[in-house]
């Protein structure tokens, strides 16, 4: 790849609050630091620094080049380090895209600090032949028939709630015939098994948004746009960063997190990594009144 020297030197700098300090760190000089900088602001043709006093600040191209590198070298740390792990090392493991996205990656690293199995993830939902698909193990919502073949785990016991932003919940808490329901087409029952689980007097209106995905679902929800019936643990991390509320608390679904297995007889890799799971997860449900409406994170 062209300029990749670059793409380094930006990466590094924009960790930096200068030059002098980037250059510290790459064992290089400021001059060269500086040369590789406009390099590749002059292949981009886009200003990615601004002098402020003696510190060097990302503009707005900047940050978002940033975000890219980061994924960029994040990625290219992870090959690396996979190399050097053995090639039978591993568990190809199916997950769904939400829990995947919402619960599963920011955590993976810990897997990590204990573990040098190389855990090789892919994402859907639903049923699944383990056999046939070449992974070892899948992680689900039971929501559908396992195959009498494959061996389910639970993991952890399902509790939803309707869930907002603390700013959409200010503006429709007292007229709450006006919200919008958000809703998602792999969960299309989700309102209506929660309003008669909990027999909560919300009447189902004409305000509705309807996703492809749980995952925009909980989204749009964080995002103000609505409200959405979240699910432990997909939406744990919202709650106790702010960014999503429950108001209403939350009831057990009647379903589980689970894991699927071919076989009852685990190898060392399966079994520490299903132990794994269960201690993080069972850091993840709600306290023992589960209808306690959260309002705040938890940090505050």
Not at 51 to 79: C, H, I, P, V
Not at 210 to 233: E, K, N, R, T
Request: with cysteine; proline share 3%.
């Amino acid at each position: 790849m062209r300029h990749l020297k670059a793409f380094h030197v930006f990466h590094i700098t924009a960790e930096s609050s200068s030059y002098s300090e980037a250059a510290d760190k790459l064992h290089i000089t400021h001059g060269a630091v500086s040369k590789q900088v406009k390099l590749l602001e002059t292949h981009l043709s886009q200003c990615l620094f601004y002098k402020e006093g003696r510190n060097m600040r990302l503009t707005s191209k900047g940050k978002l080049l940033k975000q890219y590198t980061n994924k960029a070298f994040e990625a290219l740390d992870t090959g690396v380090k996979k190399l050097t792990i053995a090639a039978d090392n591993y568990l190809e493991v199916s997950c769904e895209p939400t829990l995947t996205m919402r619960w599963l990656m920011p955590r993976i690293s810990n897997f990590y600090k204990i573990s040098d199995i190389d855990i090789r993830l892919s994402t859907a939902g639903g049923p699944i032949f383990l056999g046939e698909s070449g992974l070892s193990m899948a992680i689900r919502r039971d929501d559908f028939d396992v195959p009498t073949h494959h061996v389910k785990n639970k993991l952890v016991e399902e509790w939803v709630g309707p869930v907002m932003s603390f700013q959409y919940w200010e503006r429709f808490k007292n007229n709450l015939a006006n919200i919008t329901l958000l809703h998602s087409k792999t969960r299309i029952h989700a309102w209506k098994s929660w309003l008669s689980a909990s027999n909560f007097n919300i009447q189902l209106n004409n305000n509705n948004q309807s996703f492809d995905h749980f995952y925009f679902c909980l989204q749009a929800a964080a995002d103000g746009l609505g409200v959405a019936i979240g699910s432990f643990p997909l939406v744990a991390d919202d709650l106790n960063h702010g960014r999503l509320i429950a108001p209403f608390g939350f009831i057990k679904s009647g379903h589980n997190y689970v894991l699927l297995q071919q076989s009852q007889k685990q190898g060392v890799k399966e079994e520490q990594f299903q132990k794994w799971l269960e201690v993080e997860l069972s850091k993840c449900i709600p306290d023992e009144d589960g209808m306690k409406p959260c309002f705040l994170p938890a940090s505050i």
